[in-house]
C-alpha cells in the first residue's frame, strides 16, 4: 500500500523565508540582509503577516538570528570565491 504524498515545502524552510522578507520590509535600515525571493517563490496567501510565528517583537530575536548566519554563509562563500 503506498500514500501518495503531495509535494509542499518545508514549513520551517517557509518560515525562514517569510522571516528574512520580514527584516526588509519592517526592520530599520541598514538591512543585514535585502532578500524577499522566498517571499515571491512561497507565494503566502494575503494574511501571512498575521500568522502567530510572525509576530514583530515577538520574531525580533529570531529573525535576526536567521538573517545574520544568513549574511556570515554569504560573506565567506565570496570571500572564498
Do not use: C, N, Y
Not at 527584516?23 to 515571491?40: A, F, K, S
Not at 512561497?42 to 538570528?65: I, L, Y
Amino acid at each position: 500500500m503506498h500514500d501518495k504524498q503531495t509535494a509542499a515545502p518545508d514549513s520551517t524552510a517557509v518560515r525562514v523565508a517569510l522571516w528574512r522578507a520580514v527584516h526588509v520590509q519592517i526592520d530599520p535600515p541598514p538591512h543585514v540582509l535585502e532578500d524577499e525571493i522566498g517571499l515571491r517563490l512561497v507565494a503566502p496567501e494575503d494574511d501571512w503577516r498575521r500568522r502567530p510565528d510572525m509576530d514583530p517583537q515577538f520574531t525580533s530575536r529570531f529573525r535576526a538570528s536567521i538573517v545574520a548566519r544568513a549574511r556570515f554563509i554569504e560573506d565567506l562563500v565570496t570571500e572564498e570565491a
